[in-house]
């Protein structure tokens, strides 16, 4: 009991540590993110030739018929992609967490891969098997003489970005349903409440904070995202316009930056959206653990229905995996449903020189996803749980990260860092640990959703009892709230880490050597020729099988853990 | 323990000194693929002991704006890539030093277009020319016959098969845009450029991409560099290239930084690449890229083209850089603005005009035809001359100089908004046409 302090200091001890840690944190976003970043984007506010501070960028920007039309496709993809990841993500959600389901672990991590999707193949996959001349529609136009234009426009766009985010929405949902006390559901089950309306009234609220972390990074995602866009050629969306025209060599006009300023403002404007949609809204339990909901056994006829509707979502997720996979053994592959043959050749290409890359992209991915789980759950709980001023810019500072497209930051870095040399005359952006940065402030938001809706739901009453009972704030901290996070943190280290290991846009631009590169920088170097798809291919499968093995270890720890509390209780 | 440990580091730094001691690291900047820097690699270590070749893969114009980036400390020695018109922006922005390549007897042209850097900035190491590429079983589910010139492009059968990178993206793809410009003249020339646009599947923002979705047969056409399609044909792809009449080749380029860390190895591999024995890895299956050296080609296989003595390649038209240099920017903004963004208008409109002529051959009605050379007129319309590209004041819209008379936002607002009502008015009075023949 030495850890016990006296009541009176602890006010005033924790008020330093507080200021402390905000400071930390908004001296870490204004190093890594704000100042490199605004080294690139402050572009936006200058007129070109003179450099002299204007706003006329902006006007231009509004009478632009081509950006007013990007915009509003951007919110309508962004919005709709939303619904459907949604539909995607609740039942697997709900049938793994509330339901005694045989292989709940396997679906919660085959789930996930779809935010693995490796850069390049993964789109060649993707139109090999949806394209206008991919499996579906040769095989469909020789059956039934028809082709539907799955990959084609806006729709397109929507429905490959919700299947390739909606696990956003998945991993969060689940950690908040099973975050939630169930005794809420059997006071309400002792109060008649059963099925859908026990679901809708009680289970689904309780879970809001996690839907809504996962939502609104969807979303924001979607809204930024350029790499989709770009893949199916769709050009008026505001993210692939601010790409265009930031990376055309010879074309160093503003109106690239001003787009990145409004996906920025459009991107924080969104999450103070769903924070106002939560606000006077209390979604914490204060009994935890438990094992979560109580996991209801299915009938024989419901299981059947539920198989069928979790095998149906998994294959049509998992489809450009399978795409993947049958790219890597592929010999030729062109305009048929199926490859000519298959062969092993592209995995013994890569196998000698993959031990690099794998190794990198481990190291760099982990410690990013280590990075943005302190700083994300160090945010979270200064935001909800303090009243330091100016606590919410934090979050929003670290939320813009999402809008800055990945070469601007690449850019930024090179800019802010190059200039600093190390002894032996290297410049300090060329050393690996900036990519490490770069990918921690790149993910961050992710894992710092993440961290927000698992502290939404835990209840201030319990700190508040741990400090009546003499604990210091941190004791309590480690001892209570960390503890009753674990779920969220280990959902946001996932998360994080998991993108983190196929992100390519900063990376490109920071990598200085070969012996320094991960996986992603691999697969670039592949796929830039006919004879180098198949090794890349198999490149992108081995990340992939990496980053899912990963992700499966981390929920098996969760499940331990749940049940370990469990079992004590 | 930090003692140890920085000791420990010296001690690596030291290690690693004397494993470079005899050459040194040489760092190159490229857009090639490890299928074309692999062998390169492997050649040069071969004949020049005691360097190593470093590679960084970078896309062309991230490729630029990093060594642009980081000259103020420069750790690259290289600058490998495709794209002409990026050397001359590496050079315009002195990034890159004179030199000399010891190699002689090599030719000064290759078809019409000067194999090095006048003033000695950057040399030529392969030939590439434009030509158009298809996927054999494409065609062949379509019954559609092989096209080989670029007016073949513009007939309805065509219509949603093809593909082209965006020329604001690829430097390659604007030299096309550009010669065909040059060999048709203006306004012809973009009749012909929009003629195509209005049958293209897509516009890639990647010159591989192209290629890519010939290869997969998500397009059956692509207008690609020919290295591209020799290559996927020697990987075993079923895909075929030709050569139209109005083209040009260009050469792809090697340029040595400003301020290289290791000058004596950039040399040294500059050398190397010019030599017979680098010449001769361009001729790999996976590379297949035209020598600049004419000796290679009586190694080469079967049917390679060779730009020296093959006619078509002498027939090519003269390439003026200085023209092209001075439009580059409009040039590809007015392609974004009238196909690349207004693809769907233009489809649409190209696609009524189709309907109408195919209605049109079988019951011929003068009216008709009036409204369909209206519609065409109407698509080919330009809102700038060839003299106005050129000018002084819409350059420095592009560059933000003194004379301009309008931002380069308000001009591309003016040119989105000329090319969409030119391109609804043509549809109307192509359906006014087809209602006429019915």
Redesign the interface.
Known sequence: MAFVASMPTRRFAAKPGQVIAVSVIALFLLVFLIIPAGTVIYTAFTEKGTGALTVVNFIDFFNTDLFRRSFFNSIYVSGMSVVWATVIALPLAVLTTRFDFRGSLIIQTLGFVPLIMPPFVGAVAMQLLFGRNGTVNLILNDWFGIRLPFMEGLNGVIFVQSLHYFPFILINLSTSLRNIDRSMEEAAQNLGSSGIRLFRRIVFPLAMPGYLAGASLVFVKVFDDLATPLLLNVKDMLAPQAYLRVTSVGLTDPMGYVISVILIVVSIFAMWLSAVAMRGKDYSTTQRGGGGLAKRKLSRGESVIAYGVVALILLLVLSPHIGLLLLSFATVWSFSPMPDDFTMAHYARVFGESSIYIKNTLIYASLAGLIDVVIGGAIAYIVLRTKIIGRRWLDWAATAALAIPGVVLGIGYLRTFYGITLPGGTPLATLWVMVVLALAIRRLPYALRACYAALQQVSESLEEAAENLGATKQRTIRRIVLPLMTGGLLAGFVTSFSTAAVELSATLMLIQSNSDAPIAYGLYVFMQSPAGRGPGAALGVIAVVLVAVCTLLSHYVIERRQRAIGMNK | MLKTIAAAMLMS?ALVGTAYADGGKV?IVT??????TDPFKAGFEAANPGFTL?????????G???VD??K??N?VDLFWASAP??FD?LKGRNLLVKFKPSVTGLPEKVGSYPVNDPDGFYFGFAASGYGIMS?D??LE?NSLPKPVEWGDLVKAEYHDHIAIA?P??S?TTHLTIETILQGEGWDKGWGTLKGIGGNL?????RS?GV???V?????GIGIVIDF?AF??Q??????SFSYPSVTTVVPANIGIIANAPNQPGAEAFVNYLLSEKGQAVLLE??IRRLPINPALYEKAPEGFPNPFKDPRFQSMITFDSDVSKKR??VV?TLYD?LI??QLDNLKRATKAIHDAEKALASNDQPEARALLTEAHALIASMPVTADEAASQQIR?A?????Q?TA????L??QW??FA?EKYAAAKTKAEAALALID
């Open positions: 730094a760092t857009s090639f693929s490890k299928d074309v470093d590679v960084q893969n970078k896309s062309t114009s991230s630029v704006k990093y980036e980081t103020s400390n750790q018109d990026a922006n996927n079983r494409y589910a965006a604001s993206r430097g599947q897509q516009v890639t923002e591989f290629p890519d979705a290869n997969s047969g998500q397009t591209f290559s996927a020697a990987s075993g792809f079923p895909v299956p996976a580059t920017d590809d603005q690349s963004f420095d592009f560059t933000g100089g003194e301009k931002r380069q936002a308000e591309e607002q989105a908004t969409s």
